[in-house]
């Protein structure tokens, strides 16, 4: 028995006996077999609305391939380092790390000109610099730590920012970020202060205990950062967050803004704690720095308030309780600079011995590893103590 199908059900295989129903009076072969879809669309051009087919005597067409299921790109995960790992030693990268270092403070006196005589920075090149400092982490963290623990007097806002791109950096490979997050960190680090050349001189450097009215003017400098950034242009948000927000704190009583809590985002408060660090272990005009362990004391104490608690553990734990490039007197009273820290035994580091303190004489350079070693870190000392220019000690004797 012959089936009438809509010419919309007409499907290829089919075979037509008849035309049952159409537009207009058109004749056409009314017999055969429908061999593609060009012939029913053909039929239905020609205003062919209805046909008799035999179901009996239908071709079955080969079922298609089901469509592949759509597949969600995803970005290949980072590939796992591990933050401890060296593939180079201090004594080949600390070359490179005093280079690398020297330029950093180049390029920064060469931005605060370019604020100071009103033209835009370019951020490009603070990003190169960030690449470096990553490369050489990468490859053995302890060489740059060792250059942010020489500094010399009255650079301070020159090495400030160099010293907190650094230890980001150092920090962000502690907690695995991913390398063009590094990259973000750094580069906002390293311009984070750069609102600073606008602040009077009298107020920047002022030797004493700053007026309300100048604490107002010298936080007014972060303000200033921002808007030098939003005027370069070409910076990412990460970089703009931790430069507005370093000086934001967990208690809400930081600036500009007064941010509290979750509204201080991950990267703000890494950075705040990282700035705070090397503001408490720098000389200024002021004050003298004080020594690291006495400035991680500060940070957990004021983890009550201003600093993630977590965070300050793990910045500890990433640049050592006895960071590298720190002068230290062994039990021995011989005078040593810690050369590489000790991730399993933080109180055991490797430091480069030169000096003896009870004496008063330089020795021969040696190094020892403290935890094959019966001699123990006594505390932390500072060079001006006993006259050494570590700056100089490291030209003559560590950067040969």
Aim: with cysteine; aromatic share 6%.
């Amino acid at each position: 028995m012959l089936q009438r199908v809509a010419i919309d059900n007409l499907q290829i295989g089919m075979y037509v006996e008849a035309v049952t129903k159409q537009k207009g009076a058109i004749k056409i072969k009314t017999q055969g077999r429908v061999g593609s879809q060009k012939i029913i669309e053909k039929l239905r051009q020609q205003g062919i609305l209805e046909l008799a087919v035999d179901p009996d005597n239908v071709i079955e067409q080969p079922k298609a391939a089901p469509e592949p299921e759509p597949v969600e790109a995803k970005e290949e995960p980072a590939k796992e380092y591990d933050p401890k790992e060296r593939t180079s030693s201090f004594d080949q990268e600390i070359l490179k790390a005093s280079k690398l270092y020297t330029q950093a403070k180049k390029l920064q006196k060469k931005v605060f000109s370019d604020v100071k005589a009103g033209r835009k920075i370019n951020c490009k090149d603070m990003e190169t610099v960030a690449d470096g400092f990553i490369d050489s982490v990468f490859k053995n963290q302890d060489a740059l730590t060792c250059m942010t623990r020489i500094r010399e007097k009255d650079a301070y806002l020159l090495e400030h920012s160099v010293n907190v791109s650094i230890l980001m950096t150092i920090f962000a490979k502690h907690m695995k970020l991913d390398k063009k997050l590094i990259h973000e960190l750094a580069t906002g680090a390293l311009l984070h202060d750069i609102g600073k050349i606008k602040i009077d001189d009298k107020v920047l450097h002022k030797p004493g205990k700053l007026t309300p009215q100048e604490t107002i003017e010298m936080q007014r400098h972060v303000v200033f950062s921002k808007e030098i950034l939003e005027e370069a242009g070409d910076i990412s948000p990460v970089s703009m967050d931790i430069a507005s927000n370093h000086h934001e704190r967990l208690d809400g009583k930081g600036y500009p803004r007064g941010l509290s809590g979750e509204q201080v985002s991950q990267y703000a408060r890494m950075i705040s704690i990282v700035d705070a660090y090397d503001a408490m272990t720098a000389d200024r005009c002021y004050k003298n720095g004080m020594n690291p362990i006495t400035a991680f004391k500060r940070l957990m104490k004021e983890t009550k308030t201003c600093f993630d608690a977590k965070q300050v553990g793990m910045f500890i734990q990433a640049i050592g309780v006895h960071p590298v490039g720190t002068l230290v007197k062994l039990k021995s009273q011989k005078l040593a600079i810690v050369t590489q820290t000790n991730f399993v035994d933080p109180l055991k580091p490797i430091v480069k011995v030169f000096y003896h303190a009870k004496f008063n004489h330089y020795t021969e350079i040696k190094d020892i590893d403290l935890t094959h070693n019966k001699d123990e870190i006594e505390s932390c000392v500072k060079p001006e103590n006993f006259k050494i220019d570590l700056g100089k000690f490291f030209q003559t004797a560590v950067l040969r």
